[in-house]
């Protein structure tokens, strides 16, 4: 068996952003790339909306996780 699994294949620059929310100031992380909107957990404020690539994010970013 030959393996063909080499790194070929193209990493994505998709994150996971810590971001505190402009209504309530809950800190949670958030994917760069989600795929669908992704809602406060405690107030329900819309944090980030996806788009064809990268997520338009409307929280406070204050630190991007490797
Ligand atoms: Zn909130």
Same mark, same amino acid.
């Given at each position: 068996?030959?393996?063909?699994?080499?790194?070929?294949?193209?990493?994505p620059?998709?994150?996971?952003?810590?971001?505190? !929310?402009?209504? !309530?100031?809950?800190?949670?992380?958030?994917?760069?790339?989600?795929?669908?909107?992704?809602? !406060?957990?405690? !107030?329900?404020?819309?944090?980030?909306?996806?788009?064809?690539?990268?997520?338009?994010?409307?929280?406070?970013?204050?630190?991007?996780?490797?």
């Open positions: 068996m030959t393996d063909s699994f080499e790194k070929s294949i193209p990493s620059v998709s994150r996971f952003v810590q971001v505190v !929310c402009n209504e !309530c100031g809950n800190r949670m992380t958030v994917f760069d790339s989600a795929k669908t909107t992704v809602r !406060c957990s405690v !107030c329900g404020a819309v944090v980030a909306k996806p788009t064809g690539g990268k997520s338009i994010i409307y929280a406070k970013k204050e630190k991007v996780l490797e």
